[in-house]
């Protein structure tokens, strides 16, 4: 079973403050993805990237920066967090483009700003 | 704009009929589009996907139809149950190899019984 692990599951942040969104998978694939998840709005692409090394804008990616320091970790962070961010972020693995198509997605942060 | 839409935010379906789901493309380069699942409180999770090298999939009681000149696909479920309750999800992408997966603002469909 393809595994994607996210951490913390909750996370209270103030205004301003450094936050950091880790994910973790076993699956091997090479493609990682951060979305989040906002009512109305459904998933929307921040940071992909291809693998190690490699990070990529998504379609909202303003006051965010990834990092992919290994095939199986990519982080999500927040420099100066603000209270728009304040959502449930949602990593996902897979190989869209490729041969497995599928995106495995973890259980989600759910991150409030104060 | 948004990319990839799905105009109808909820649907009630009564038990036994059939949920039909739309969604809506803007870019002709995609050639992936798939369905996703999403319980409360859960991560979304694959029901059906296609290339566009088909206009048809089915699988059990789901059925995915794709209409390319119409930037158009649909899913479709037969004999919906009380279970179906939930919102689907909608994504598109794999232009030319590319990773990106775009997905739509997500349909609550409720099945009630």
């Known amino acids: 079973e393809a595994a994607v692990t996210q951490s913390p599951r909750n996370k209270v942040a103030v205004t301003g403050g450094k936050v950091t969104l880790s994910c973790n998978q076993t699956n091997n694939h090479n493609n990682m993805y951060w979305y989040r998840q906002d009512t109305g709005h459904g998933l929307r692409l921040i940071h992909y990237s291809y693998g190690a090394g490699s990070t990529e804008k998504g379609d909202i990616p303003d006051g965010y920066k990834a990092s992919r320091p290994s095939q199986e970790n990519f982080s999500l962070i927040l420099e100066l967090a603000t209270p728009s961010q304040t959502s449930v972020y949602f990593c996902a693995s897979g190989d869209v483009g490729g041969d497995a198509e599928t995106l495995y997605f973890g259980s989600g942060t759910r991150l409030t700003v104060l | 704009g948004q990319q990839v839409k799905q105009s109808s935010p909820s649907l009630t379906v009564q038990e036994g009929g059939i949920s039909i789901l739309n969604c809506d493309y803007e870019?002709?380069?995609?050639?992936?589009f798939a369905w996703y699942k999403k319980y409360p409180d859960n991560s979304p999770t694959l029901l059906i996907s296609v290339r566009s090298n088909v206009d048809k999939r089915e699988d059990g009681r789901l059925t995915v139809f794709l209409n390319k000149s119409g930037k158009h696909f649909s899913l479709h479920i037969t004999a919906s149950q009380p279970e179906d309750t939930a919102v689907y999800l909608c994504a598109a992408g794999g232009q030319g190899g590319s990773a990106k997966l775009i997905f739509g603002e997500g349909t609550k469909l409720t099945v009630s019984s």
């Open positions: 870019n002709d380069m995609f050639d992936y």
